[in-house]
């Protein structure tokens, strides 16, 4: 506890500006989530940990990785909540804390994704999904797709790179990430 | 109604998937927009919007990566962008109203991209674009000489998430009962079916890593729209598209009837008369053809079935006339029945 002065939930509105306490546990968020069946912390629950407190619980569970961003909770919390942003924080915090319980693939996924962008500037799909194969180990997946993308002019095997990747290359370095 | 007005001209934000897995989305909007005088402006030298990678892993990265483009649009004097991708769309609106709203982001995102930056550009999608353009749509429809053939079509208007949600970030329609797709269905003269899935989410950037919760997804979101009758599902998104596209066939029962899934701009270019081939069509995994072929069937049919109604009323007034020149006496004056103007002349003058 003592390394971290301030609660969970302080951060969470400094890097937000949403107030966790408001939430009133009526679980309209984890109604419609799209992920609820396969999450083992549902929306309401991760708003409950924040409030409580509960860091270590909260940055780790692999929960807030399974989200994907729908922004279905936030759009029907009655209070204004945004448990979406809040989950998206919390994945940041997670990452910078080294905490992080992100299921292999979608980490990989990821990774392959911003990969592609810091070095060409636009995502090249043949190579994402290349880099997403090397990075998850899931080296056959799609492969049966791959014929039927490229007759259908789908996929291209050359990256459309742009003039000012050094630009992006920029970006990616003032904002702390190394894919 | 929009004869008048200026032609309306965009910055076009096309997005990576739009020269990737779905250029069919661009060459049909692309087309559509010839069609209907739209300039689009494609932006010099843009760069991806981040997607969800990009703000999941870091906040100020979702805002940059898309500010970035926002500026190079402003730099080329434009004030509005068109954003066809939902992802994009989302992305783009949302680096506004951060810019616009968070502390400090005005004067960081400038430095942190490179460029001046006054976010003065506003984010359209390609939805919002055919909505305004419905009437002339219609109008267009309406003096086609060929019949329709979307004419009473059934089709699933399919919003998903990032058209709609967060309501501060897009809303530019309701988030939880969006009508401007259905809006664009009947501008088509197709009918937009009632049904319960316009908002769920299809599973999105999970199409690679996690497959099977897309595929759990998209199955209630393909059977929903069945049940409520739709013949196809109308979507604005690429994520949408590919996931209910090329993943259908894990989704449907083995012999279930194939749903086409249609980019609402190829939509919206059947109506106008354009060519499936200059919409794309072929480059979709669910074949269209069977689809389409039966849409021009029941048009010819709808054609035929009107002309038949005429005739039999021609007939019958024939018939009835003929009655009426038996009664009179010299109804050999006129033999052949030339037609009912010509057949109703002698008669007045007999009368005479």
């Known amino acids: ?179 | 109604m929009t004869g008048a007005q200026a032609p309306v001209r965009y910055a076009y934000y096309p997005g990576c998937s739009l020269h990737g897995t779905s250029r069919e989305f661009d060459e049909s909007l692309r087309a559509v927009a010839t069609t209907l005088g739209v300039g689009l402006t494609e932006i010099p030298d843009w760069s991806c919007c981040g997607a969800s990678s990009g703000h999941t892993t870091d906040h100020m990265l979702g805002v940059a990566l898309p500010a970035r483009n926002l500026a190079i649009a402003e730099e080329q004097g434009f004030d509005q962008v068109l954003a066809p991708c939902a992802a994009c769309y989302n992305r783009l609106s949302a680096a506004r109203l951060a810019v616009e709203t968070e502390e400090g982001f005005a004067e960081r995102v400038p430095e942190i991209i490179g460029r001046p930056f006054a976010n003065s550009v506003e984010v359209h999608n390609a939805v919002e674009l055919l909505r305004d353009a419905a009437p002339a749509i219609e109008e267009k429809v309406a003096a086609a000489l060929a019949p329709n053939p979307l004419d009473g079509v059934k089709l699933a208007a399919y919003y998903g998430c990032l058209l709609v949600r967060p309501f501060e970030v897009c809303g530019y329609d309701d988030p939880e009962q969006p009508t401007s797709m259905d809006e664009v269905i009947a501008a088509c003269g197709a009918e937009p079916v009632d049904w319960s899935m316009k908002v769920e989410c299809c599973g999105g950037s999970f199409s690679v890593s996690r497959t099977a919760s897309v595929v759990r997804l998209g199955r209630s979101i393909i059977e929903d729209a069945r049940a409520h009758g739709a013949e196809a599902i109308v979507v604005a998104c690429p994520l949408c598209h590919s996931n209910l596209d090329l993943r259908q066939k894990a989704m449907v029962q083995r012999g279930a009837k194939p749903m086409p899934v249609l980019f609402v701009t190829q939509l919206v270019g059947l109506a106008l008369g354009l060519t499936p081939l200059e919409l794309g069509m072929p480059r979709h995994f669910v074949n269209t053809e069977p689809f389409l072929a039966d849409l021009v069937q029941r048009a010819k049919e709808r054609v035929a079935a009107e002309q038949k109604v005429k005739e039999e009323a021609a007939a019958k007034a024939a018939a009835r006339r003929e009655k009426v020149g038996a009664a009179a006496p010299s109804a050999a004056a006129a033999p052949s029945g030339a037609g009912p103007s010509t057949a109703g002349a002698p008669e007045d003058g007999e009368a005479q």
């Open chain 1, 1 to 179: 506890m003592s390394a971290h002065p301030r609660t969970l939930a302080a951060e969470i509105h400094d890097a937000t500006g949403v107030n966790a306490a408001t939430c009133y546990q009526c679980g309209k968020c984890s109604a419609g989530c799209p992920m609820a069946s396969e999450s083992d912390l549902r929306p309401h629950n991760v708003m409950r940990l924040v409030i409580q407190d509960r860091r270590d619980k909260a940055l780790a569970d692999q929960s807030i990785w399974l989200c994907l961003t729908c922004e279905t909770c936030s759009a029907r919390c009655p209070n204004a909540c945004d448990p979406a942003r809040v989950i998206d924080a919390l994945r940041e915090m997670s990452l910078d804390a080294g905490v992080a319980d992100l299921p292999r693939t979608i980490g990989a996924f990821h990774k392959a994704f911003l990969e592609q962008i810091r070095s060409n500037g636009r995502l090249h799909e043949m190579g994402m999904v290349m880099e997403y194969k090397l990075r998850s180990g899931e080296l056959m997946k799609d492969v049966t797709n791959a014929p039927g993308m490229l007759s259908r002019g789908k996929l291209s095997l050359r990256a459309d790179r742009i003039d000012g990747v050094d630009e992006i290359k920029r970006i990616f370095e003032k904002c702390g990430v190394t894919p």
